[in-house]
């Protein structure tokens, strides 16, 4: 893990998982304009390996992500309107609502495209603008369906798909928690 990277992530010492037991990935995505780049994500080590691998596969069959990046302490504070659509992983925060940490404090959740999938839960729509996207009847881009790419290379290495869920319905959330 290099220093420079621990130090512009959420990582802190009251997080769940120890610096030495992440690790930082970089790793090419298919672009909403049709180009290849690199981004990056810092993920646990447990599950570098099978991350890398889903990640492969979705460029393998050019599924479009906005942005890769890590995660910073001052996007914790930052409301949710959705201008952003960052993949990432690890992010040292307490599962929305609840006092107990997110799966992604431990570096085992992956949130991808989340403004094209967003998280709902009765009226409630995060990222806030991005309520065209609770129809999943009209498919665009960087959306995550049902039975697609990104929910099978996930599925092949053991991680549940939010999107699955009844309430909230999360559909950006991959997890190896089940949570």
């Known amino acids: 893990m290099p220093a420079d990277v621990l130090a512009r992530s959420t990582w802190q010492p009251a997080c769940p998982v120890k610096a030495g037991d992440l690790r930082y990935l970089t790793m090419s995505f298919w672009g909403f304009d049709g180009r290849a780049h690199t ?3 810092l ?16 460029f393998a069959a050019r599924f479009p992500l906005e942005e890769m990046r890590v995660t910073s302490a001052a996007e914790l504070t930052a409301a949710p309107t959705g201008d952003g659509n960052t993949t990432s992983a690890f ?8 006092s107990t940490w997110s799966a992604h404090a431990s570096g085992l959740a992956v949130d991808v495209n989340p403004f094209c999938n967003p998280y ?4 409630l729509v995060l990222p806030e603008l991005a309520s065209a996207y609770v129809d999943r009847s ?20 053991g991680w549940s ?19």
């Open 39 to 41: 981004g990056e994500m």
């Open 43 to 58: 993920v646990n080590a447990r599950g570098a390996a099978g991350i890398t691998q889903v990640f492969g596969q979705l």
């Open 91 to 98: 992010v040292c925060r307490p599962a929305r609502g609840q």
């Open 120 to 123: 709902t839960r009765g009226d």
């Open 138 to 157: 009209r498919k665009r881009p960087g959306m995550v369906l049902a039975g697609d790419a990104t929910v099978r290379a996930f599925a092949a290495i």
């Open 161 to 179: 798909w939010g999107g699955n869920w009844r309430s909230p319905t999360d559909r950006m959330h991959f997890t190896a928690t089940g949570r």
